[in-house]
């Protein structure tokens, strides 16, 4: 099992209002096509969304699915934790308003 977490999204005020989870699994190179922003304790599936903090919103892939490519995973000896390569791209949709959404498009990403 993997996943990674991206906690911080600043907006122009220095605010962290927004909070993306990305959780893929399982953990490795490769193209994932998520199509849930949740998933019930039961469940063992890739997942992405994002958290407006101020407006209680939450943005999901709903009309198709949000695709993330993991060009690289890799382990350093000194810790257990992945350095994870790649890129994303797709459209997360407001739960409740599927008028409102959050377009990402060649966003590149590395965590360690």
Known sequence: MGGLEM??????TGSSRYAM???LLPLQEGEYNIEK???TQEEITSYIRITDS???VEYCPLKKPFKVYVDSV???ESSMMPYIEGKME???YNRYDVNDSIVVKDAIFGIH
């Not at 906690?7 to 122009?12: I, M, V």
């Open 37 to 39: 922003g949740i998933r």
């Open 74 to 76: 890799r382990y350093h």
């Open 7 to 12: 906690f911080t999204l600043d907006d122009s």
């Open 54 to 56: 101020l407006n209680k």
């Open 90 to 92: 797709g459209t997360l």
């Open 21 to 23: 989870k990305v959780v």
